[in-house]
């Protein structure tokens, strides 16, 4: 960001104290600066209030935008998610996912998983179902640092979809899985 004739580099949630009041409002209707400041806390997970739990995600939807320089292309109604880049012409790259709306650990960690594809890279790990896990763990990792519940069923949504993604890779070709996969060979129960 420029300021002037001056350049000031910014850390990875700097940016976030930029916005003003007035943004903050229009990205997120009815919710009012303080409420998003106390949703600002990235270890105080909201466990009782559907309107706290809201600003917390919607918080969360902020900065993962701007962080990451990502659009939703749709908020989708399932549980599935996709990540994409689209490469112009002119060299610009425009970074978009469609993930369901986070409102709960579950559609949470499937939304930071999406982001994830965008903040590791596409085509960083071999095979694809190896970058799917390290995807997963980065959005773990996410989870854990803004303090959101990795449930049972965040667990079972995890090794089900990893179990899917093993057995498309066998089923393309791969012979040797890696050794972090292994243990997803197997539906889980």
Partial sequence: MMCGDEARQLGLFDHLN???????????????????????????YP?????????FFDQLVL??????????RKWRRSMSGVAYELHYS???VKRLIS????????????????????????RKFRPR???????WQWAF????????????????HYRRSMHHYVCLA???????????LLEFQRPSA
Avoid: W
């Avoid at 466990?47 to 600003?55: D, I, L, M, N, T």
């Avoid at 066998?170 to 972090?180: A, D, F, S, T």
């Fill in 129 to 135: 179902c190896l970058e799917e896990y390290h995807v």
């Fill in 47 to 55: 466990s009782k209030g559907r309107r706290a739990r809201r600003v």
């Fill in 170 to 180: 066998k089923k393309r070709g791969l012979r040797q899985v890696p050794p972090e």
């Fill in 18 to 44: 930029d916005i003003s009041p007035m943004v903050k409002e229009a990205s997120i209707p009815g919710i009012g600066v303080e409420e998003l400041n106390k949703a600002n806390d990235r270890s105080n």
């Fill in 90 to 92: 002119n060299g610009d």
């Fill in 99 to 122: 993930a369901p709306h986070p409102r709960s650990p579950v559609s949470a960690c499937i939304f930071l998983h999406e982001v994830g594809h965008h903040a590791i890279g596409f």
């Fill in 63 to 72: 900065e993962m935008k701007l962080t990451f320089d990502i659009s939703i």
């Fill in 141 to 156: 990792t996410q989870m854990r640092t803004r303090g959101i519940p990795i449930d049972a069923r965040v667990e079972r």
